[in-house]
C-alpha cells in the first residue's frame, strides 16, 4: 500500500470526486440519460438543458465510487456549452485523459460517462 492517499488516482480524478461539478438534477431538464453497469453497480442519471442546438447546462446523479462520480463530474464540464453534435463526439478516452488517466480496472466508468452522454441526447432527439 502506497502512502499516496490518491492510491492509483490522479489528482485530477480525486479533485472531481472530493468536490464534483454539477452534482444534482435538473428540474426542468430538456433530456435525461439513465445508464448502469450491472457488472459493478455503478448507476449515472445525466441531466441537459438545451437551448439553440447548444448544452446550456448539464447536471448528473451518480451512484457508484469515486471513478464513477469523478467521469460524471468531468463529463459535465467538457459537454457545457457545446452542440449536440460536438457533445455527441466526447468519448471515454477524452474523458479519462481530461481526468489524467484512470486505472484500467476504472476505465469502464468513463464508457459510463460516454454512454450516459449519448442516452441524454438521443433522448432529447426523441422529445423532438
Known amino acids: 500500500m502506497s502512502d499516496d492517499m490518491n492510491g492509483p488516482y490522479s489528482e485530477k480524478v480525486m479533485d472531481h470526486f472530493m468536490e464534483p ?4 438534477d435538473i428540474k426542468d431538464a430538456d433530456a435525461v440519460g439513465t445508464v448502469g453497469n450491472p457488472a459493478c453497480g455503478d448507476v449515472m442519471r445525466l441531466y441537459i438543458k438545451v437551448e439553440d442546438d447548444k448544452i446550456k447546462e448539464a447536471k448528473f446523479k451518480t451512484f457508484g465510487c469515486g ?46 460517462a460516454q454512454e450516459a452522454i449519448e442516452a441524454a441526447i438521443k433522448n432529447y432527439k426523441e422529445k423532438k
Do not use: F, Q, W, Y
Not at 461539478?21 to 444534482?24: D, E, F, L, S
Not at 485523459?97 to 480496472?105: I, Q, R
Open 21 to 24: 461539478r454539477n452534482m444534482g
Open 67 to 112: 471513478a464513477a462520480i469523478a467521469t460524471s463530474s468531468m463529463a459535465t464540464e467538457m459537454i457545457k456549452d457545446k452542440s449536440l453534435t460536438e457533445a455527441s463526439n466526447v468519448t471515454n478516452e477524452a474523458v479519462a485523459e481530461a481526468l489524467d488517466g484512470l486505472p484500467p480496472n476504472k476505465m469502464h466508468c468513463s464508457v459510463l
